[in-house]
């Protein structure tokens, strides 16, 4: 997938699903979807957090975090998160979008917005919070059928998913976060995952 044909696609389609009921005590939150073109392919770029971390620890993530007094937006939030995290400087990332807010069961609600990058943007992870940054294809992830949901009542949601990579497992947050992406992207296959208990 290129970055046109991701873009047409996303713009194409409105929002799937209707806002969610979110109750007030939630702390807002937001994160970056990092994508850039190489080679004429589209990547995501995501990072595994480092295992030294009180929360998550070692788990696969976006970069991003809570909302801070003085962020003036969760816009704000989602480029100070990203720039201290992988070190990408704030003007270097063109916001294309936004998906609905995420409501996770730590009682943060995450407002996830995707950007164009440029690949030749140096990253540099913070080691104190980022174990490493690597990449997968947009269109691994965008691919439902590639997706694994074992179905349970958690939280606010009935499966929880899990798209494997490589060595690598994606899951919770994140991998909630890119199949509602991948929804989005491709609304025709929302129903394609492949169970694990059903």
């Given at each position: 997938?290129?970055?046109?044909?991701?873009?047409?696609?996303?713009?194409?389609?409105?929002?799937?699903?209707?806002?969610?009921?979110?109750?007030?005590?939630f702390?807002?939150?937001?994160?970056?979807?990092?994508?850039?073109?190489?080679?004429?392919?589209?990547?995501?770029?995501?990072?595994?957090?480092?295992?030294?971390l009180?929360?998550?620890?070692?788990?696969?993530?976006?970069?991003?975090?809570?909302?801070?007094?003085?962020?003036?937006?969760?816009w704000?939030t989602a480029?100070?998160?990203?720039?201290?995290?992988?070190?990408?400087?704030?003007?270097?990332?063109?916001?294309?979008?936004?998906?609905?807010?995420?409501?996770v069961i730590?009682?943060?609600?995450?407002?996830?917005?995707?950007?164009?990058?440029?690949?030749?943007?140096?990253?540099?992870?913070?080691?104190?919070?980022?174990?490493?940054?690597?990449?997968?294809?947009?269109?691994?992830?965008?691919?439902?059928q590639?997706?694994?949901?074992?179905?349970?009542?958690r939280?606010?949601?009935?499966?929880?998913?899990?798209?494997?990579?490589?060595?690598r497992?994606?899951?919770?947050a994140?991998?909630?976060?890119?199949?509602?992406?991948?929804?989005?992207?491709?609304?025709?296959?929302?129903?394609?995952?492949?169970?694990?208990?059903?």
């Amino acid at each position: 997938m290129t970055r046109e044909e991701f873009l047409q696609r996303f713009q194409l389609h409105a929002p799937r699903q209707a806002p969610r009921r979110v109750p007030q005590r939630f702390r807002p939150a937001a994160v970056l979807i990092p994508l850039w073109e190489r080679d004429g392919k589209l990547e995501l770029v995501l990072t595994q957090r480092s295992t030294s971390l009180r929360h998550h620890a070692g788990q696969i993530s976006f970069p991003g975090g809570r909302q801070e007094p003085d962020d003036a937006s969760l816009w704000e939030t989602a480029l100070r998160e990203t720039e201290e995290e992988i070190g990408l400087p704030r003007d270097a990332v063109e916001c294309i979008g936004q998906l609905q807010d995420y409501p996770v069961i730590s009682n943060f609600i995450i407002r996830p917005y995707v950007g164009f990058i440029d690949p030749v943007t140096p990253l540099q992870a913070d080691p104190n919070e980022v174990a490493e940054i690597f990449t997968v294809p947009v269109a691994h992830v965008l691919h439902q059928q590639g997706h694994f949901a074992y179905r349970m009542q958690r939280f606010l949601y009935d499966r929880v998913y899990f798209i494997p990579y490589q060595h690598r497992n994606i899951w919770g947050a994140t991998a909630g976060i890119l199949r509602e992406l991948a929804d989005h992207v491709y609304p025709e296959r929302h129903s394609l995952y492949r169970s694990l208990n059903e």
